[in-house]
């Protein structure tokens, strides 16, 4: 099984910075594509940024010139830079991949536990 874990998130002022990070561990063939998702409070989970295997990424229109997705292959890592922080941004933020465990399964998709994100003065 393919676990991903969460680090990175916390409190932090409007318009500061802060850095998430993902790892996948155990069995792992490949890992795919990777992205991170958000839900606030009384929202839908939304989708935040992705990224593929081959580093091809897209943003969602809420977070494109301040948020920056990026990954180590080598480590099963993937990131998000968080700049310009918006009280709006204040929300869960979740890990997601695309995963193979062998050459011989087919890709399945995993889910971090989520770490919070608090954007406030």
């Known amino acids: 099984q393919v676990r991903l874990v969460e680090s990175g998130g916390g409190l932090v002022q409007p318009g500061g910075s802060l850095r998430l990070s993902c790892a996948a561990s155990?069995?792992?063939?490949?890992?795919?594509?990777m992205g991170w998702y958000r839900q606030a409070p009384g929202k839908q989970r939304e989708l935040v940024a992705t990224?593929?295997?081959?580093?091809?990424?897209n943003y969602a229109d809420s977070v494109k010139g301040r948020f920056t997705i990026s990954r180590d292959n080598a480590k099963n890592t993937v990131y998000l830079q968080m700049n310009s922080l918006k009280p709006e941004d204040t929300a869960v933020y979740y890990c997601?991949?695309?995963?193979?465990?062998?050459?011989?399964?087919?890709?399945?998709?995993?889910w971090g536990q989520g770490t919070q994100v608090t954007v406030s003065s």
């Open positions: 997601n991949a695309d995963a193979k465990t062998t050459y011989y399964d087919y890709e399945s998709n995993y």
């Open positions: 155990g069995s792992i063939y490949m890992v795919d594509a």
């Open positions: 990224i593929t295997y081959a580093r091809n990424t």
